[in-house]
């Protein structure tokens, strides 16, 4: 069940602002927006969360405009560190639990 | 704070055994943990969300004989492959929820299952 659409990857330098942008046109009124960030063989791991406007936590910024059908995740000033895939979810209220489904991800890679 | 841990990090076994993989949330209690699959070079696929006291809920196309799941304390969850195949080789990712007014989780470092 695909709720999300990202692009495939995206290539940036050290120092330089990444913001990738993610497609929700059917989100629910009580869906929030999550990313995560995956690397290689490990756990995904959460970046940050919101529900409108903007949410700024001391590792990246979310822009979610007033018709919450897309949001764009911010990572300022990468480093090399920061190569991963990138997974923009919307929660999934099937059954009363909160379900995520992952879409296929942004793979990012920071060159020197 | 809100850290899950997963055992074994990697499993080899041969093929008709059973694995049994472990998912604890540490310094949390998790009403509800939630098991992904993920290929090599693919997005995480949910298996089952699962609930402590009651039967987990299996997506659809997840076997539930073969993938049996246990969530039978606020921190502990486990997912047992049985009669596991060279098909089932993946990475098992869990992870807890933690908030029930937010749809944030916490995801374990994952278990490689490699059957032979």
């Known amino acids: 069940l695909a709720k999300t659409t990202q692009p495939i990857s995206m290539d940036s330098y050290e120092g330089q602002e990444v913001n990738i942008t993610c497609s929700h046109n059917n989100i629910a009124t009580n869906d929030y927006i999550t990313w995560y960030q995956q690397f290689p063989s490990q756990g995904p791991r959460f970046i940050i969360q919101g529900y409108k406007t903007k949410v700024t936590n001391e590792v990246a910024s979310l822009f979610i405009p007033a018709d919450r059908k897309s949001s764009t995740l911010s990572l300022p000033r990468v480093s090399l560190s920061d190569t991963a895939v990138y997974y923009c979810l919307v929660g999934d209220r099937g059954g009363g639990d909160y379900k995520l489904s992952f879409g296929a991800g942004t793979t990012v890679t920071v060159r020197a | 704070g809100a850290v899950v841990s997963q055992h074994p990090s990697r499993v080899i076994c041969k093929s008709g055994t059973s694995v049994k993989i472990e998912c604890r949330s540490l310094?949390?209690?998790?009403?509800?943990m939630f098991w992904y699959r993920q290929f090599p070079k693919q997005s995480l696929m949910l298996m089952a969300t699962s609930n402590e006291g009651s039967k987990a809920t299996y997506e659809q196309g997840v076997e539930k004989d073969k993938f049996l799941i246990n969530h039978a304390s606020l921190t502990l969850s486990t997912l047992t492959v049985t009669s596991a195949h060279p098909e089932d080789s993946s990475f098992y990712i869990c992870?807890?929820?933690?908030?029930?007014?937010?749809?944030?989780?916490?995801f374990g470092p994952g278990t490689r299952l490699t059957v032979t």
């Open positions: 310094d949390f209690q998790a009403t509800t």
């Open positions: 992870s807890a929820r933690k908030n029930l007014l937010s749809d944030e989780q916490y």
